[in-house]
């Protein structure tokens, strides 16, 4: 499966973003996708994951409750909705699939290119 993220830019702090991947292939269905950041000189993080259906979704801490994943498989895309956005939140967003469930890094196997995302203060 191939990924192409979008949607980043510059948003003020308190602002909102939406991401969006798309996904080729007639696979998509049956990964778990995850979004992923990488704040300068940090590790990247799996900050939202959704399991195949969409039925089951997980976060990490410090987005919980300000961000959403969702996805359409009608239309192979995944997205991650972003509201009272951080400065701390400032990262490359990356999209992630995964065959073998959202919950491990080490599960995704492939991955978007980025799309960066600017939260001033």
């Known amino acids: 499966v191939q990924l192409q993220a979008s949607g980043g830019g510059l948003v003020q702090a308190g602002g909102s973003l939406r991401l969006s991947c798309a996904a080729s292939g007639r696979t998509f269905s049956t990964y778990a996708m995850g979004w992923f950041r990488r704040s300068p000189g940090k590790a990247r993080v799996l900050v939202a994951a959704i399991n195949w259906s969409g039925g089951s979704t997980s976060y990490a801490g410090s987005v919980k409750g300000r961000f959403t994943i969702s996805r359409d498989n009608a239309k192979n895309t995944v997205s991650l909705q972003m509201n009272s956005l951080k400065p701390e939140d400032t990262a490359v967003y990356y999209c992630?699939?995964?065959?073998?469930?959202?919950?491990?890094?080490?599960?995704?196997?492939?991955w978007g290119q980025g799309t960066l995302v600017t939260v001033s203060s």
């Open positions: 992630a699939a995964s065959p073998n469930g959202y919950s491990s890094d080490f599960a995704y196997e492939y």
